[in-house]
C-alpha cells in the first residue's frame, strides 16, 4: 500500500524552529521529485518547496526563501523540511506530495492540481 506520512508539526513561537518529516511506504520515493505544500486556514493549498529525485535540485517559494530548507535521505525514504525563523504567517498544515508525470523545477512543480499521492498533513502553529 503505497503511503506518505508526515510528522514533526507542533505548536512553536515566532522566530523558532520545526523540521517535518515525510516517510513513504509502498514505493520508493527516490524515483520521484517531492513537494511540500501547505494550505492556512480559509486559504488556498501553496506550494513550499519541491526537491529532485537526486536531491540535487531544490526550489522554493518566495515566502520561505532563506528560512525552509528542503532535504532527503533516499536510504531512508524520506524527506525533510527544516523550518527556521518561523513566522505567524506560516500557520498551516503542511502536506508533502509526489507528482508521478513531473519533476521539481517544471512548470507544474508548485501546483497542488499535478501531484498525485499526498500525506495526511501535519499541523504547524506558530505563535506567541
Known amino acids: 500500500q503505497l503511503q506518505l506520512v508526515e510528522s514533526g508539526g507542533d505548536l512553536v513561537q515566532p522566530g523558532g524552529s520545526l523540521r517535518l518529516s515525510c516517510a513513504a511506504s509502498g514505493f520508493t520515493l527516490d524515483n520521484y521529485a517531492v513537494g511540500w505544500f501547505r494550505q492556512a486556514r480559509g486559504k488556498e493549498r501553496e506550494g513550499v518547496s519541491c526537491?529532485?529525485?537526486?536531491?540535487?535540485?531544490?526550489n522554493y517559494a518566495n515566502s520561505v526563501k532563506g528560512r525552509f530548507t528542503i532535504s532527503r535521505d533516499n536510504a531512508k525514504n524520506t524527506v525533510y523540511l527544516q523550518m527556521n525563523s518561523l513566522k505567524a504567517e506560516d500557520t498551516a498544515v503542511y502536506y508533502c506530495?509526489?507528482?508521478?508525470?513531473?519533476?521539481?523545477?517544471?512548470?507544474?512543480?508548485?501546483?497542488?492540481?499535478?501531484?498525485?499521492?499526498w500525506g495526511q498533513g501535519t499541523q504547524v502553529t506558530v505563535s506567541s
Open positions: 526537491i529532485s529525485s537526486s536531491g540535487g535540485s531544490t
Open positions: 506530495a509526489v507528482d508521478e508525470t513531473h519533476w521539481c523545477g517544471s512548470y507544474y512543480q508548485f501546483n497542488p492540481s499535478s501531484y498525485d499521492y
